[in-house]
């Protein structure tokens, strides 16, 4: 168990619609990053918020937008859903310092989001 | 470009011994990750390289090469409960960002 936790655990959408998804991080943890997981491949990384700010992004186009919260826990949210956005969503939290330290990113257990 | 190789999927018996190999390619580097993945859960956290050479904890280890851009998770005494996917990732220039390979799906045979 890592103490990340996410809501919902799964998820049924219809294409064009909107979804939020939720992440609580890890006691100490100031810095949340949000993947998305294909069925057979790797996380694909999706943006990164510290201190509530975007701290990087990936190839992921603008209707994916996330917050981050004074107490950490952040949103991935995502509009006009499209089929292919059907996968698995992870968060991780790690520790950040202001001078950008690099630490181990650790897993909450997913949000399966099937998009219809 | 920025790309993660390794093998798809290995095969092993119980109380051997594996070796999956990870290949990258980024821009810049800042240290090499190495989690497990069990069907329909998250990845845990394994081992974390950012100098060369061999990290050992318990039965495994990882080895890192930088100059080849080239790792290796080292895993002993094989249990069935190793059966799982095995993910290499790459910290590169940014810090914020890590890329993933595909992952190496591990069958532990009795």
């Known amino acids: 168990e890592t103490g990340v936790t996410q809501s919902p655990t799964h998820l049924i959408k219809t294409r064009g619609q909107q979804v939020t998804l939720r992440c609580s991080s890890q006691s100490g943890h100031n810095t949340v990053s949000w993947y998305q997981q294909a069925l057979g491949q790797g996380p694909q990384f999706i943006f990164q918020y510290y201190r509530e700010e975007e701290n990087g992004r990936g190839n992921f186009p603008p209707r994916f937008s996330g917050l981050q919260f004074p107490n950490y826990s952040s949103e991935l949210n995502v509009n006009a859903l499209e089929l292919d956005d059907s996968a698995l969503y992870l968060c991780a939290s790690s520790v950040a310092t202001s001078g950008g330290k690099r630490d181990t990113q650790y897993f909450g257990p997913g949000t399966r989001l099937t998009v219809l | 470009g920025q790309n993660i190789d390794q093998p798809t999927e290995m095969t092993a018996t119980e109380g051997a011994i594996v070796q999956i190999n990870c290949t990258y390619q980024?821009?810049?580097?800042?240290?090499l990750f190495w989690y497990q993945q069990h069907a329909g859960e998250a990845p845990t956290f394994l081992s974390y390289n950012v100098l060369d050479g061999l990290e050992e904890k318990g039965r495994f280890s990882s080895f890192l090469s930088r100059s080849k851009g080239y790792s290796y998770l080292l895993l002993k005494e094989l249990q069935m409960k190793d059966s799982a996917s095995y993910l290499c990732?790459?910290?590169?220039?940014?810090?914020?960002?890590?890329?993933f390979g595909s992952g190496t799906r591990l069958s532990i045979r009795p």
């Open positions: 990732a790459v910290r590169g220039l940014s810090a914020s960002k890590i890329i």
């Open positions: 980024t821009s810049g580097f800042n240290g």
